[in-house]
């Protein structure tokens, strides 16, 4: 494993596929950070800032120097791609001219990142090498987004997936089971497989809903919220996958916050994922599934 010489704010996240890739931070924190289900950012010292291009460039070029065959990079913190296109452009720049091997450079993005860039200007940025946008769609249902304090909608999300895929970067999306609760459960799983289906995404991922930090900020909002036991986390994805109607797109939920890891592409894959969920909801003795101790964040 590389070791790139950054001095990181932590915590510092990123996505279980980019663990071997080059972290780079052009923000710290997160620009929303209002969302009561994401603790990521609600630290002292993760209060969101741009990073000035000098900064970014000095971390650039000390891992050029220590890595200089790194072939991934991922933008952080929590929306990196808030910042205008200028200079996401002298960025990716940078990074083509500091390392002869880049493959690709991925970051998260909330939907409203995209809600002033066109997608000529996205095209640009695939150009010079930005190739996939990890996007939390968490839900497809307005009212769920609104209890969570999302700051998004069907609409925005669905519109900034569609011009994701329209520039030709491939996107990747998270849905959290369980994010409704017990009595919004059937609409959440219906809504959010209406907007994966209207998006066609490249990837799809599901995590369970959970809270390290305990549920007190969660409810404040949300306030006849109640979460769902394991056997109806399986039937809200079953509920979920059930309604999906996807081209090719690989999907998973082998997050360590998920009681059975599902792996495989849909739609070839749908019976196969509805026959495991069948089972795991009507025999669980019959099912491998994650003891408690297995699972986390």
Same mark, same amino acid.
């Given at each position: 494993?590389?070791?790139?010489?950054?001095?990181?704010?932590? %915590?510092?996240?990123?996505? %279980?596929?980019?663990?071997?890739?080059?972290?780079?931070?052009?923000?710290?924190?997160?620009?929303?950070?209002?969302?009561?289900?994401? *603790?990521?950012?609600?630290? $002292?010292?993760?209060? #969101?800032?741009?990073?000035?291009?000098?900064?970014?460039?000095? !971390?650039?070029?000390?891992?050029?120097?220590?890595? %200089?065959?790194?072939?991934?990079?991922?933008?952080?913190?929590?929306?990196?791609?808030?910042?205008?296109?200028?200079?996401?452009?002298?960025?990716?720049?940078?990074?083509?001219?500091?390392?002869?091997n880049l493959e690709?450079?991925?970051?998260?993005?909330?939907?409203?990142?995209?809600?002033?860039?066109?997608?000529?200007?996205?095209?640009?940025? +695939? $150009?010079?090498?930005?190739?996939?946008?990890?996007?939390?769609? $968490?839900?497809?249902?307005?009212?769920?987004?609104?209890?969570?304090?999302?700051?998004?909608?069907? *609409?925005?999300?669905?519109?900034?997936?569609?011009?994701?895929?329209?520039?030709?970067?491939?996107?990747?999306v998270m849905v959290?089971?369980?994010?409704?609760?017990?009595?919004?459960? $059937?609409?959440? @799983?219906?809504?959010? @497989?209406?907007?994966?289906?209207? @998006?066609?995404?490249?990837?799809?991922?599901?995590?369970?809903?959970?809270?390290?930090?305990?549920? *007190?900020?969660?409810?404040?909002?949300?306030?006849?919220?109640?979460?769902?036991?394991?056997?109806?986390? #399986?039937?809200?994805?079953?509920?979920?996958?059930?309604?999906?109607?996807?081209?090719?797109?690989?999907?998973?939920? !082998?997050?360590?916050?998920?009681?059975?890891?599902?792996?495989?592409?849909?739609?070839?894959?749908?019976? +196969? #994922?509805?026959?495991?969920?069948?089972?795991?909801?009507?025999? %669980? *003795?019959?099912?491998?599934?994650?003891?408690?101790?297995?699972?986390?964040?």
């Amino acid at each position: 494993m590389n070791y790139y010489p950054i001095e990181y704010i932590e %915590p510092v996240f990123r996505p %279980p596929s980019e663990a071997l890739s080059f972290i780079l931070p052009l923000t710290n924190g997160c620009s929303w950070n209002k969302c009561t289900f994401c *603790e990521m950012y609600t630290q $002292e010292q993760k209060k #969101f800032r741009a990073r000035k291009d000098e900064e970014v460039f000095a !971390d650039i070029a000390r891992v050029a120097q220590a890595v %200089p065959h790194t072939k991934r990079v991922f933008l952080a913190d929590g929306d990196a791609m808030i910042l205008p296109t200028r200079r996401l452009r002298v960025v990716l720049e940078k990074l083509r001219e500091s390392f002869p091997n880049l493959e690709r450079v991925t970051s998260y993005c909330l939907p409203r990142n995209l809600a002033k860039k066109s997608v000529d200007e996205l095209i640009e940025l +695939r $150009e010079l090498g930005l190739q996939m946008l990890y996007v939390g769609l $968490e839900s497809g249902d307005d009212f769920v987004l609104d209890m969570v304090n999302k700051g998004e909608s069907y *609409e925005s999300s669905v519109s900034a997936l569609k011009k994701i895929r329209e520039a030709g970067i491939r996107s990747s999306v998270m849905v959290l089971n369980g994010l409704g609760g017990q009595r919004y459960s $059937e609409q959440h @799983a219906i809504n959010s @497989a209406k907007a994966v289906n209207e @998006a066609q995404p490249d990837f799809v991922s599901t995590l369970v809903v959970s809270f390290p930090m305990g549920e *007190e900020r969660y409810r404040e909002r949300f306030t006849d919220w109640e979460p769902l036991t394991q056997k109806q986390l #399986f039937k809200e994805l079953y509920q979920f996958i059930e309604h999906l109607e996807l081209e090719n797109t690989t999907f998973r939920s !082998d997050h360590a916050s998920n009681y059975l890891p599902l792996k495989g592409v849909l739609g070839q894959d749908k019976a +196969r #994922f509805l026959e495991e969920l069948d089972m795991a909801i009507n025999q %669980p *003795e019959n099912v491998r599934l994650r003891e408690e101790w297995q699972r986390g964040l």
